[in-house]
């Protein structure tokens, strides 16, 4: 149904724009209908940006994207709505999507207008009834309400029932549970289940390897823009060939065994993977921390000097120099990166080729 080729996205970056940071490289996969596929990588791997250039809401620097067949990398006017009514997305802060101002509904209201413009009042009210019925909503609960009077949990599942609204046929899901507690979260991802037995697809951005794990019959392994590894779910999981995946595994200690009966050599190792960068990255995601990637949360917090922070030799640093300097440290390094080739492991995996140490 949708597929990938070769997908790549360059940033411009730098004051005048004059550096390109490769965010997305060379990245290629197919999503069948009725299929849940992970895109599984840490914070800054190019997961938001592969499903923005899915939902064209940015350009595809290189590659091509294809729906049902079609070349869709620069539809535009009637073309893109008409994409818009079987692919839609969902976005990981829901209060985001909505105007505090405005009543929740408002966000289907506005599909009204561009999509069901000639469609009766009696005919408009019965759609929007079974769409919040079919994820879960009694719509008496949830019309006319305002978003402070509403749950994450309820404001998720208005906006994928917007997307019901529209018959799509894949849902970009980027990150849609992170942000709620822990009993919604499974509410929702059961309403994943059930849309994907009605045959939709579906592609689910996450950082969290156990829900990737959970939802998905196949799982795609992003880091720094480039596919390290692919495939089924339970071949990326039980048989595991590129380190990083490894190390991401290592990471999530729950996801094998309970800590307590781990032997201390076990231990030692699931330790020493939090220390890794990846890792330690990885965990601080899981655990809702995240990095600071501008260091601005790091200058918040020196009182004296709220544009600097001391550096480890006890003088001020700029924090903007020092965010760029790694700014363009990361763009060299993903620039020179080279896209490694993916070989066949058995049907159905695929892992990148490691550089030899
Ligand atoms: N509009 C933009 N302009 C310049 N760089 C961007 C832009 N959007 C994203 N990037 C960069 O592209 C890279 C990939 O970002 P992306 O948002 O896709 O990551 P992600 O995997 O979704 O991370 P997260 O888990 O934090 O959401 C990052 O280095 C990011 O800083
Ligand atoms: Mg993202």
Redesign the pocket.
């Known amino acids: 149904m949708l597929k990938l080729d070769r997908v790549s ?1 360059y ?3 730098g004051t005048f724009g004059g550096d390109l ?1 490769p ?2 490289k060379q990245v290629s996969f197919e999503i069948g209908s009725g299929e849940v596929v992970s895109l599984i ?12 250039m899915i939902l064209r809401l ?1 350009d595809i620097s290189s590659g091509s994207i294809y729906f049902e067949g079609r070349d869709i990398s620069g539809i535009k006017g009637r073309a893109l709505r008409d994409y818009y009514r079987k692919v839609q997305g969902v976005f ?1 802060d829901p209060f985001s999507s909505y105007n505090p101002i405005f009543r929740a509904d408002r966000v289907l209201e506005m599909l009204r207008k561009n999509y069901f413009a000639d469609l009766s009042d009696a005919d408009w009210n019965r759609k929007v009834y079974s769409s919040l019925e079919a994820v879960g909503l009694n719509p008496a609960d949830v019309l006319n309400k305002f978003t402070h009077q509403l749950s994450g949990g309820q404001l998720q599942r208005i906006l994928i029932a917007r997307a019901l609204l529209m018959d799509i046929r894949l849902l970009v899901a ?2 849609i549970i992170s942000m709620l507690d822990a009993s919604t979260r499974v509410d929702v991802l059961n309403l994943l289940a059930q849309l994907k037995a009605k045959g939709l697809g579906v592609l689910f ?1 996450t ?1 969290d390897l156990s829900l990737g794990n959970y939802i998905s019959e196949k799982a795609v392994i ?1 880091r720094r ?1 480039v596919v390290l590894e692919m495939g089924a779910t339970e071949k990326i999981f039980g048989n595991p060939q590129h380190s990083y995946t490894r190390s991401l595994l290592a990471a999530v200690p729950q996801l094998h065994k309970k800590w307590e009966v781990m032997g201390d050599e076990e231990k030692a190792e699931v330790a020493s993977a939090h220390r890794s960068p990846e890792g330690a990255a990885a965990l601080a ?1 899981g655990n809702g921390g ?1 990095q600071s ?1 501008t260091g601005v949360a790091e200058a918040r917090q020196s009182p004296h000097l709220p544009w600097a922070r001391r550096s480890r030799h006890g003088d001020h640093v700029l924090v903007e120099e020092e965010a760029e300097r790694k ?1 363009k440290r ?1 763009t060299y390094l ?1 620039t020179h990166e080279p896209v490694p080739e993916l070989v066949m492991v058995e049907e159905d995996h695929w892992v990148a080729l490691e550089a030899a140490a």
């Open positions: 996205k940033f411009k970056t940071l965010a997305v990588g840490e914070s800054g791997s190019g997961k938001s940006t592969l499903g923005k940015i990981q980027d990150e951005i950082h992003l823009g995601r995240g990637r700014a990361d993903r």
